[in-house]
């Protein structure tokens, strides 16, 4: 709770003095029009103070996450449990400039400034809760802070100013746009890793999915010796192909070889929009998915690489990079992030390189050494793709705000 209250001394001053002039000229009713006054203006700062004390404030943001575009309901609550009114009652609720606030009251936005103020007046009754229901909806990805809620009161008799804020850390988590990518962006992908691969760098190309009675034309190499001794009859091995369904995208959203805060917008969300949807759409493919990113979220400053199993788990990688912020580190985080990434990396998995620039270290740890296992796919950011690129690519694509094509 943060609370202020200031008080005119003129009311009570002037109460006391003429409560004084009453006194000394021997008039009683100067004198207890003077101590009446006076008196009332204290018992009104008192229940002023008292009602501070008790008066409940609340802000609710049931949704924390939400779609670019979508609308999310919010209320912010205040409950009077005096048995006085509260006259005049100001609230008030800040949000970001780039959130867009719908409810009562008016919207004040401020010129130059990053944040808006959504304000209206209303009466509250004694022992009566109010509820300033509104709705948000913002279209650009990031970590919005809603709030605080606040409530001002102002007593007429004792000329004090009272404020209630809600004091809990309110955030609302916008994912990035996603463009689904061309059908066959992922798959061939897998396919050339796979081609790519030597037979032997796989532990066993084939799984034993059962055994069952021989029928004419099945071939002679797939017959269970021990299973026909067993049961007396022909039996044969069903095996099914194994393959590797995982996926790895690498992030580095640097968008000038310049000082890191040489930053281009465009570029910038435009890297992360195409993250984004290849994380999306390679979960929804079946792929496990490693997503590398540089820069900086909450708790993670130096870069992080989150894994998700299941399409279930796609929220976790969305909410990431929607958080994902620059830092003046990202040049020596990639270099970190590939070290680690070569050291997990599984047979025949592609990796997918996603950045506006096309990282030098790169060229020298991943694609001239031919290292295998290494099967790189580059996403090129707008017009930025490197000319001519390196001979190690299996392939190339350029996204560009919102539009996949082949380079």
């Known amino acids: 709770m943060i609370w202020r209250a200031w008080q005119s001394e003129a009311i009570p001053l002037a109460g006391l003095l003429i409560a004084a002039t009453g006194l000394v000229t021997n008039q009683r009713i100067l004198m207890a029009v003077g101590l009446f006054w006076w008196g009332l203006v204290f018992v009104a700062g008192r229940m002023a103070q008292h009602t501070l004390q008790r008066l409940e404030a609340q802000l609710s943001l049931p949704v924390i996450v939400a779609e670019p575009g979508q609308t999310v309901a919010g209320e912010l ?174 992030l580095h959203p640097k968008t000038a070889a310049g000082p890191w805060y040489a930053i281009n917008g465009d570029l910038f969300e435009d890297a992360i929009c195409a993250a984004a949807s290849l994380v999306e759409t390679a979960l929804a493919q079946g792929f496990v998915t490693d997503l590398w990113a540089t820069g900086a979220i909450p708790g993670q400053m130096r870069g992080f690489h989150l894994t998700a199993r299941h399409a279930s788990d796609v929220g976790t990688l969305l909410t990431a990079l929607a958080w994902l912020q620059p830092s003046g580190t990202m040049d020596d985080d990639v270099t970190r992030l590939v070290t680690s990434l070569l050291a997990e990396r599984g047979a025949a998995a592609p990796l997918l390189i996603v950045s506006p620039l096309w990282p030098e270290i790169l060229t020298a740890s991943l694609v001239s050494q031919r290292r295998p296992g290494v099967h790189a796919v580059y996403i090129a950011i707008g017009d930025t793709a490197p000319s001519p690129l390196p001979a190690g690519l299996v392939s190339c694509w350029r996204f560009h705000r919102g539009r996949w094509s082949h380079a």
């Open 77 to 250: 609550c205040l409950k009077n449990p005096m048995p006085w009114p509260l006259m005049h009652v100001e609230w008030k609720l800040v949000l970001p400039a780039s959130i867009e606030a719908q409810g009562p009251g008016q919207v004040l936005r401020p010129t130059g400034a990053g944040h808006q103020t959504l304000t209206g007046h209303s009466w509250v009754g004694p022992k009566e809760e109010i509820r300033i229901r509104y709705r948000l909806a913002g279209s650009q990805r990031g970590r919005w802070p809603i709030g605080p809620g606040a409530f001002t009161l102002q007593d007429p008799l004792s000329q004090a100013e009272l404020i209630r804020e809600d004091q809990a850390t309110h955030y609302l988590t916008i994912w990035p746009h996603r463009y689904a990518p061309p059908f066959d962006l992922l798959d061939r992908a897998a396919r050339d890793a796979q081609r790519r691969t030597p037979r032997w760098a796989f532990p066993d190309p084939l799984s034993i999915k059962s055994v069952r009675a021989y029928q004419p034309g099945d071939p002679r190499g797939h017959l269970a010796v021990y299973a026909t001794a067993r049961v007396q009859q022909l039996m044969v091995k069903e095996t099914e192909p194994l393959t590797n369904r995982r996926i790895h995208v690498l």
